[in-house]
């Protein structure tokens, strides 16, 4: 990635990595941690609810109460 600064570009890289759970392991952790799930979405713009195929998810939660 490039930034201008000033009259000059400067050079800055990212390094994103990404681990997979599984969706019970992601409520239980949930869970846990005193969390109540909300939403499991496949599309969280169209609210669309997960479906098998999805390669991703998407979770609301909050604290009870």
Do not use: C
């Amino acid at each position: 990635m490039f930034e201008r600064e000033g009259e000059r570009w400067a050079r800055y890289e990212e390094l994103h990595r990404e681990r997979g759970y599984y969706l019970d392991d992601i409520l239980l952790m949930l869970a846990q941690a005193g969390l109540q799930p909300g939403y499991i979405l496949g599309d969280p713009l169209s609210l669309r609810p997960l479906a098998e195929n999805d390669g991703r998810v998407w979770i609301t939660a909050q604290k009870p109460g």
